[in-house]
């Protein structure tokens, strides 16, 4: 896959909002602030930093990317509420990134949430 092939909207999926990545993004200008997000499987490190600074560019706030660390989340086993062993599945398998901005930056797609 390369970044020609593929728009930065199929490379970053959505933004992953829970209370630790709000903690890690809101920290004063000191401080480098961190931003998770998933990703398509497929997207390595490069593609997922160009998707993130096309992005920004496209709303007009530039970003500097220091550093991408990307891993993949397994996929868990479930059981069915009330019929356990016929409704037996499991989750998909995603992959996350955490994305480090230089101090003093923000992403402006996730601060209003």
């Known amino acids: 896959m390369s970044s020609t092939t593929k728009s930065p909207y199929e ?42 600074q096309v992005i920004q560019q496209d709303i007009k706030a530039p970003v500097d990317i220091v550093d991408v660390h990307t891993y993949r989340v397994r996929a868990k086993a ?21 994305v480090t901005l230089k101090p003093g930056q923000q992403i402006e797609l996730i601060e209003g949430v």
Not at 22 to 41: E, G, H, I, M, P
């Open 78 to 98: 479930r059981n069915g509420r009330f019929f356990k062993r016929a409704n037996k599945g499991h989750t998909s398998a995603w992959k996350k990134a955490i």
């Open 11 to 52: 490379i970053i999926i959505r933004p992953i909002v829970t209370e630790k990545t709000v903690r890690d993004s809101d920290v004063d200008d000191t401080v480098s602030r961190k931003y998770t997000f998933q990703v398509a499987q497929n997207a390595n490190k490069y593609e997922i930093k160009w998707a993130l």
